[in-house]
């Protein structure tokens, strides 16, 4: 085994940004364009005020994905923990002197920039628990003893994120994280006990549960229940959806989206409103986008050389499928309304940024795929 400096590695960094994978950023901005395209639609033909604002966040975040692409692997591998703190941190200012709207603290202002703690922490959690399988033995990964840290690293977030309250985000860096446990080769036994465990602990869960998060649920068992009130969003969704048809009423002559029937047809129903004017077949395209995009990412996973490098990818690639497939279920009414937005679609700061970032560390670790990592994570091997 030869050892070498991150010297000799990082010389031609730069240079290597541009084996980044081109098909990868190609996909990123179609599926953004889509997103300018329904913003614009949302406005009654207008840029302003979503439309063009969304371009600018996704030209920065194309940046941001280039300038992560040339990052070493080793600073990812350093910052891990740092990073996570720093968001478990801002979590804490949330729940302390965050900005309250609609009834809930998620959001944190800083230098007049407010932003949403809660989507950094996915990214956060990704890296640290993939720092911190990169450093153990693999004998060690499924003892009790070497579990309790990420399970608590995973914990207290939840707990903080739930508290807003956002059980919806809370549940997903909960499912996000013990994602990555198993995809690190935890024994499936533990995940069994969870499952068990988590079916005893509903009723008690439930009965801590918000009265609006209790509401949630009961409407999305029966929608009918309350037309006008909880249920409106899944009702009119459900209609917009279903008056698309094959091939949709044409760009910006949706009724249900342009006469104001269905509210954040901007953030959390944009597909609605895709569904709506380009029916099942300008749905599918977008699915399919979506699905070729998930191919290349497990694709780029799987070429990756040491497991610091799989695990990012795949944890980041676990953040874009679940705001994916949970956004479009949420839509149609197979799961509980919970504000998860639609990827490089809907419109909002935080959510797009966090989603570059995740794509920044995939193509990070791409570019640096050959190369083998210690079990220990600070030297290479060759």
């Excluded at 799961?335 to 935080?350: A, E, K, M, R």
Aim: proline share 4%; hydrophobic share 55%.
């Amino acid at each position: 085994m030869t050892v070498t400096t991150e010297h000799s590695h990082g010389s031609d960094t730069a240079a290597r940004a541009w084996s980044a994978s081109w098909p990868l950023v190609i996909l990123l901005v179609a599926i953004a364009g889509i997103g300018a395209a329904m913003l614009y639609s949302v406005a009654g033909g207008s840029y302003d005020p979503w439309a063009k604002r969304h371009v600018v966040r996704m030209l920065a975040g194309l940046a941001v994905l280039l300038v992560f692409a040339a990052i070493p692997i080793r600073a990812w591998l350093a910052v891990a923990y740092p990073v996570y703190l720093m968001c478990l941190g801002c979590l804490v200012a949330v729940a302390l002197f965050g900005l309250e709207m609609g009834g809930a603290k998620r959001w944190i202002s800083i230098a007049g920039l407010a932003f949403q703690p809660a989507e950094l922490m996915k990214i956060a959690i990704v890296l640290v628990l993939a720092r911190y399988y990169q450093w153990i033995p693999v004998r060690r990964i499924s003892h009790p003893v070497w579990l309790v840290l990420p399970l608590l690293l995973i914990v207290m977030p939840v707990a903080l994120i739930a508290k807003q309250p956002d059980l919806g985000t809370a549940s997903l860096i909960a499912v996000l994280g013990l994602a990555i446990m198993f995809l690190a080769g935890v024994s499936l036994i533990y995940f069994t006990g969870v499952f068990v465990a988590g079916v005893a602990a509903a009723p008690f869960v439930w009965g801590h549960m918000h009265s609006y998060q209790k509401e949630r649920v009961l409407t999305f068992l029966e929608p009918a229940r309350d037309p006008l009130g909880k249920g409106y969003q899944v009702l009119q969704s459900k209609i917009a959806l279903g008056s698309g048809g094959i091939s949709g009423k044409g760009f910006l002559n949706g009724t249900q989206s342009q006469l104001d029937f269905i509210p954040e047809k901007h953030t959390d129903f944009i597909f609605t409103m895709l569904a709506e004017e380009f029916g099942f077949l300008g749905s599918l395209a977008l699915l399919a986008l979506y699905g070729c995009l998930l191919i290349i990412l497990v694709w780029m996973a799987l070429r990756c050389r040491n497991h610091f490098a799989r695990l990012v990818t795949f944890g980041a690639s676990l953040i874009v499928f679940s705001h994916m497939f949970v956004n479009v279920a949420m839509v149609m009414g197979v799961v509980p309304v919970v504000g998860v937005p639609l990827p490089l679609v809907s419109y909002g700061g935080t959510a797009m940024m966090t989603v570059m970032v995740a794509f920044g560390l995939i193509m990070c670790v791409y570019v640096h795929r050959d190369l083998r990592l210690t079990r220990g994570g600070l030297d290479e091997e060759e």
